[in-house]
């Protein structure tokens, strides 16, 4: 069959190696997939999933000698045996199930494997087929030498890759394509390489440390790590998935029908997306994780566990490409690549020759440097945007209003160079909170309205006080004394010194009272969330680095408050519904679907005043001209576009897969009402969002003019804020 395209320049940072036990562990994993009736296990329509021979021409243990080339040979033959009971998994579930549509056969398929994971060994049933023998045996071989953090951080990743499944068989059986958004964060889930991750820790006998594990580096680590894998295989897979096994879950596709462009253009941009993870990754890990280890005082264990697992995945990087440019399964006809003569390893790229242009990392590289700030971009016409849903707003608007301008008298917020109280009244922060809750009490409300109101001056106190001057110690000095001000429970706070700090301090104690502890937490986390990521955009400023596309969407999501604001409105009725259902695929792509459509409506509005009045990196538009190299207009058109597709998704969601998550967990009618009523609520939010957007005076080129011209120097009071005090004569 003629390739559907050229494979394009890849972008590798190092090379791969070799473990020398690969020959012991072809022998081993070609034995065991026997003894686990892999080799004979039958398909729906006659002949075998498998058979000696295809394994063989597979060669899943040269790819697992690939990407682990320092382990032992029992290590390497029990992550071969791993890799080849998770292919086997892909196989057989397509054969069984995605070529016959049978969803109902595929959720009981699933719902049994799991079950072989439970601790309780009494649970575990006896297996009944080639998947379940080879999960049982493996799970049985390999957690005792685990920590209980590990198992469940590897429960979960070995469940996703099953369970959402469900998610490619439904697109398959509704002929749909998902938009790149939703795939991206679909792909991690289901495309297995966050198991991957997993295994590399038991592969390199280190296990990342469990403060460290949650934390923003070692999550964007783990989330750049597999997006890169992802995408290597979609290029490497197009031809087997897409053209001979019918499939729609594949980035080459989804980009040729998000921008209806030829297959090679859409495979060039795959590569494009591959690299700029990549550039993440290499980011991350130099830069992210150091600071990360030093601000913890990590321990000398601790430093060489996470050293090592950003080694391994390292290595998982260039050893996959390397197999996937050879393995009979993909089309990959001249992309192995061969270790360039001379010495290898750490300090000996000197030796080597260089290449004769650039690699792509570097060049992407440069480009997200060499923006200009304060260029004069002009205002941006805004096109037609899609929003589905009408605008409600709250009776009690104005009696918000002359709220929200009294509390943030009190606050301070209008006494500092921040904001005056002229600017404040035209931002109408009150209107936005009555249109996302119409039907809240007066009191609720106006807690909203102020919630609003300290998050807005939050995101303008930390650019002019700390992102002026580079002052980034004196951001995060500033963002560590902040939780002080929510104590869980509710219990003394230390004297405010900053309007950011006493707005704060008022707004937790009327919140968090009426609040259960496991809420209160919840909501704290929020808010946290969103000021830390301001630190992330200050350090990105600092820089003069445009964002990665994927790093931005999901952190933009931190930055514009979306949990904290979409939290207000489950205060009322914050544990009715069960929290495993909050994180289901269906409640997060409903919440992130609503999400991005308010956070691009802001990057639309407030192009002009972030990148040219305010020297901003951080605007989608921005993020998409860098990334695509097109002018300003395309790349407003691209927001706008995927700021349909993602309502459209949500409009799905509503229709089609929430009625279906009622069914699966059985739930009861006053959960199946607080979902319903959630749902309603972020249409509100949304459309509520877009039209204070289209109101305000914030974002108007005549209130930009007037907010920067000089005026006297600002002299705020708080932690790290002496460098902008008058020296004393």
Same mark, same amino acid.
């Given at each position: 069959m003629r390739p559907p395209f050229a494979l394009p320049e890849f972008y590798l940072s190092h090379p791969a190696r070799l473990n020398p036990h690969v020959e012991r562990a072809r022998e081993h994993s070609t034995a065991w997939a026997g003894r686990m009736g892999m080799l004979d296990a039958p398909r729906p329509g006659g002949g075998v999933v498998w058979d000696e021979a295809a394994l063989a021409e597979m060669d899943y243990a040269l790819m697992c000698a690939y990407t682990h080339p320092d382990c032992d040979g029992p290590t390497l033959e029990l992550i071969t045996d791993?890799?080849?009971?998770?292919? /086997?998994? $892909?196989?057989?579930?397509?054969?069984? /199930?995605?070529?016959?549509? $049978?969803?109902?056969?595929?959720k009981a398929h699933l719902d049994r494997l799991e079950l072989f994971m439970a601790d309780d060994d009494r649970a575990r049933p006896e297996p009944r087929n080639a998947a379940e023998a080879g999960l049982a045996d493996l799970w049985e071989r390999t957690v005792p030498s685990m920590?209980?953090?590990w198992r469940r951080r590897f429960v979960t990743s070995t469940h996703d890759l099953m369970a959402e499944s469900m998610w490619e068989l439904d697109n398959i059986d509704r002929g749909r394509i998902a938009n790149p958004i939703e795939y991206v964060q679909m792909r991690r889930r289901v495309g297995g390489a966050p198991w991957s991750a997993n295994l590399v820790e038991y592969a390199v006998g280190a296990e990342v440390p469990d403060r460290f594990a949650g934390t923003r580096p070692l999550r964007v680590l783990c989330d750049a790590f597999s997006d890169a894998v992802h995408l290597r295989n979609d290029l490497f897979s197009y031809q087997r998935e897409v053209q001979q096994e019918g499939e729609n879950s594949n980035a080459v596709l989804v980009f040729e029908r998000f921008f209806g462009c030829s297959t090679q253009e859409a495979a060039n941009l795959v590569n494009d997306l591959l690299t700029s993870r990549l550039e993440q990754f290499e980011h991350t890990a130099t830069a992210e994780v150091p600071?990360?280890?030093?601000?913890?005082?990590?321990?000398?264990?601790?430093?060489?566990?996470?050293?090592?697992?950003?080694?391994?995945?390292?290595?998982?990087?260039?050893?996959?490409?390397?197999?996937?440019?050879?393995?009979?399964?993909?089309?990959?006809?001249?992309?192995?690549?061969?270790?360039?003569?001379?010495?290898?390893?750490?300090?000996?790229?000197?030796?080597?020759?260089?290449? @004769?242009?650039?690699?792509?990392?570097?060049?992407?590289? @440069?480009?997200?440097?060499?923006?200009?700030?304060?260029?004069p971009v002009g205002h941006l016409p805004l096109p037609d945007l899609h929003m589905p849903y009408p605008v409600r707003t709250s009776p009690h608007l104005d009696a918000a209003r002359r709220h929200i301008l009294d509390?943030?008298?009190?606050?301070?917020?209008?006494d500092e160079a921040v904001w005056d109280e002229e600017r404040f009244v035209g931002f109408d922060l009150a209107h936005c909170a009555a249109m996302i809750h119409p039907e809240a009490a007066p009191e609720r409300l106006n807690l909203s309205a102020d919630w609003l109101t300290w998050g807005t001056y939050g995101d303008d106190y930390f650019p002019v006080v700390f992102g002026t001057r580079r002052d980034l110690a004196g951001a995060w000095l500033c963002n560590e004394r902040l939780p002080s001000f929510m104590p869980l429970d509710l219990g003394p706070v230390p004297t405010p010194v900053n309007p950011l700090e006493r707005g704060l301090a008022d707004?937790?104690?009327?919140?968090?009272?009426?609040?259960? !502890? *496991?809420?209160?937490?919840?909501?704290?986390?929020?808010?946290? $969330? !969103?000021?830390? *990521?301001?630190?992330?955009?200050?350090?990105?400023?600092?820089?003069?680095?445009?964002?990665d596309p994927v790093d931005y969407i999901e952190m933009r999501r931190r930055t514009f408050g979306s949990d904290m604001t979409m939290s207000l409105a489950r205060l009322e009725h914050p544990d009715v519904i069960p929290e495993h259902v909050h994180r289901t695929r269906v409640i997060r792509e409903l919440e992130t679907a609503a999400q991005d459509y308010a956070c691009f409506t802001n990057d639309l509005f407030s192009y002009q005043k972030e990148v040219q009045f305010e020297g901003e990196v951080h605007n989608l538009v921005l993020v998409v001209e860098n990334f695509l190299d097109i002018d300003r207009i395309k790349a407003r058109d691209i927001v706008a576009d995927l700021m349909t597709e993602r309502v459209h998704q949500f409009e799905r969601i509503i229709a089609h897969d929430l009625p279906r998550l009622f069914e699966e967990h059985d739930l009861d009618a006053p959960a199946r009402r607080l979902l319903s009523r959630h749902a309603e609520d972020l249409k509100d939010w949304m459309s509520g969002i877009l039209e204070w957007h289209r109101t305000c005076v914030r974002y108007g080129e005549p209130e930009l003019k007037r907010h920067h011209t000089p005026s006297p120097p600002f002299t705020p009071a708080g932690p790290g804020t002496s460098a902008f005090r008058p020296p004393r004569p």
């Amino acid at each position: 069959m003629r390739p559907p395209f050229a494979l394009p320049e890849f972008y590798l940072s190092h090379p791969a190696r070799l473990n020398p036990h690969v020959e012991r562990a072809r022998e081993h994993s070609t034995a065991w997939a026997g003894r686990m009736g892999m080799l004979d296990a039958p398909r729906p329509g006659g002949g075998v999933v498998w058979d000696e021979a295809a394994l063989a021409e597979m060669d899943y243990a040269l790819m697992c000698a690939y990407t682990h080339p320092d382990c032992d040979g029992p290590t390497l033959e029990l992550i071969t045996d791993w890799y080849v009971w998770v292919f /086997f998994f $892909d196989d057989d579930f397509l054969e069984r /199930f995605k070529y016959s549509r $049978d969803l109902a056969g595929a959720k009981a398929h699933l719902d049994r494997l799991e079950l072989f994971m439970a601790d309780d060994d009494r649970a575990r049933p006896e297996p009944r087929n080639a998947a379940e023998a080879g999960l049982a045996d493996l799970w049985e071989r390999t957690v005792p030498s685990m920590s209980p953090q590990w198992r469940r951080r590897f429960v979960t990743s070995t469940h996703d890759l099953m369970a959402e499944s469900m998610w490619e068989l439904d697109n398959i059986d509704r002929g749909r394509i998902a938009n790149p958004i939703e795939y991206v964060q679909m792909r991690r889930r289901v495309g297995g390489a966050p198991w991957s991750a997993n295994l590399v820790e038991y592969a390199v006998g280190a296990e990342v440390p469990d403060r460290f594990a949650g934390t923003r580096p070692l999550r964007v680590l783990c989330d750049a790590f597999s997006d890169a894998v992802h995408l290597r295989n979609d290029l490497f897979s197009y031809q087997r998935e897409v053209q001979q096994e019918g499939e729609n879950s594949n980035a080459v596709l989804v980009f040729e029908r998000f921008f209806g462009c030829s297959t090679q253009e859409a495979a060039n941009l795959v590569n494009d997306l591959l690299t700029s993870r990549l550039e993440q990754f290499e980011h991350t890990a130099t830069a992210e994780v150091p600071a990360l280890l030093a601000e913890h005082a990590a321990s000398p264990q601790e430093l060489y566990a996470v050293a090592a697992y950003v080694k391994g995945l390292q290595d998982w990087q260039s050893g996959g490409h390397e197999w996937h440019a050879r393995s009979s399964r993909y089309m990959n006809e001249g992309a192995a690549t061969a270790v360039p003569p001379g010495p290898t390893g750490l300090g000996t790229s000197a030796a080597r020759p260089a290449p @004769a242009t650039p690699v792509p990392g570097l060049r992407r590289r @440069a480009r997200r440097h060499e923006h200009r700030p304060f260029a004069p971009v002009g205002h941006l016409p805004l096109p037609d945007l899609h929003m589905p849903y009408p605008v409600r707003t709250s009776p009690h608007l104005d009696a918000a209003r002359r709220h929200i301008l009294d509390w943030a008298r009190t606050m301070g917020m209008l006494d500092e160079a921040v904001w005056d109280e002229e600017r404040f009244v035209g931002f109408d922060l009150a209107h936005c909170a009555a249109m996302i809750h119409p039907e809240a009490a007066p009191e609720r409300l106006n807690l909203s309205a102020d919630w609003l109101t300290w998050g807005t001056y939050g995101d303008d106190y930390f650019p002019v006080v700390f992102g002026t001057r580079r002052d980034l110690a004196g951001a995060w000095l500033c963002n560590e004394r902040l939780p002080s001000f929510m104590p869980l429970d509710l219990g003394p706070v230390p004297t405010p010194v900053n309007p950011l700090e006493r707005g704060l301090a008022d707004l937790w104690r009327r919140t968090a009272e009426p609040m259960t !502890m *496991s809420a209160r937490r919840r909501f704290r986390t929020a808010v946290t $969330d !969103m000021t830390s *990521s301001w630190l992330w955009e200050l350090a990105n400023q600092a820089q003069n680095r445009i964002p990665d596309p994927v790093d931005y969407i999901e952190m933009r999501r931190r930055t514009f408050g979306s949990d904290m604001t979409m939290s207000l409105a489950r205060l009322e009725h914050p544990d009715v519904i069960p929290e495993h259902v909050h994180r289901t695929r269906v409640i997060r792509e409903l919440e992130t679907a609503a999400q991005d459509y308010a956070c691009f409506t802001n990057d639309l509005f407030s192009y002009q005043k972030e990148v040219q009045f305010e020297g901003e990196v951080h605007n989608l538009v921005l993020v998409v001209e860098n990334f695509l190299d097109i002018d300003r207009i395309k790349a407003r058109d691209i927001v706008a576009d995927l700021m349909t597709e993602r309502v459209h998704q949500f409009e799905r969601i509503i229709a089609h897969d929430l009625p279906r998550l009622f069914e699966e967990h059985d739930l009861d009618a006053p959960a199946r009402r607080l979902l319903s009523r959630h749902a309603e609520d972020l249409k509100d939010w949304m459309s509520g969002i877009l039209e204070w957007h289209r109101t305000c005076v914030r974002y108007g080129e005549p209130e930009l003019k007037r907010h920067h011209t000089p005026s006297p120097p600002f002299t705020p009071a708080g932690p790290g804020t002496s460098a902008f005090r008058p020296p004393r004569p």
